[in-house]
């Protein structure tokens, strides 16, 4: 039985995004229901890691400890619901860093997939942005498009093809909790 593993960006995915940056655990804040698909997706089987660009660190917004508090808050809240998540990767870089973990770089996702010693093909990856989309095809990913955060935006530009589009990551956990 091969590993039911989910991959989710963070900001505009599970927490409001914001502009100007979430950059302490009083700005991280759920989008509703999105805790609770987390854990429901966790309960029935399914593997959730989460794949966050975080410039804001190079750009020296915040620190880690900080991003480490959120991540926390995260982990906490979702347990509370019964659930667990799995490995969170971030990439502290700046857009001109030249890295290979900032999306549209697939880099995060093939961190995940070592760690988890899987496959990405066919794996979902539920963002936001063009970037994340892109950084699912890289990969054979399926891409995956919430509306919450930047994903009204996103949905206004030239989308890849075989993007699925979901209103939020609850409807994406319904449809994966139900299809099982």
Known sequence: MAM?????D??????????A????????IPIPGAIEAIARLSQAGWTVAV????SGLARGYYDVAT????????RQLV??????????VYCPHGPDDGCACRKPKPGMLQQIAAHYQVS?????????SSGDLEAARAVDSQPVLVKTGKGERTLGKPLPPGVLIFDDLAAVADQLVNEA
Not at 21 to 28: D, G, M, R, T
Not at 51 to 54: D, H, K, L, V
């Open 21 to 28: 940056y979430i950059k302490s655990v009083a700005e991280w």
């Open 67 to 74: 991003l480490e508090a959120m991540h926390s808050r995260l």
């Open 120 to 128: 990405l093909e066919g794996i979902w990856f539920v963002g936001d």
């Open 51 to 54: 794949a966050t660009n975080q």
């Open 79 to 88: 347990a509370e619901q019964g659930g667990e998540l799995g490995l969170i």
């Open 4 to 8: 039911k593993l989910l991959i989710l």
């Open 10 to 19: 963070r900001d505009g995915v599970i927490n409001q995004d914001s502009d």
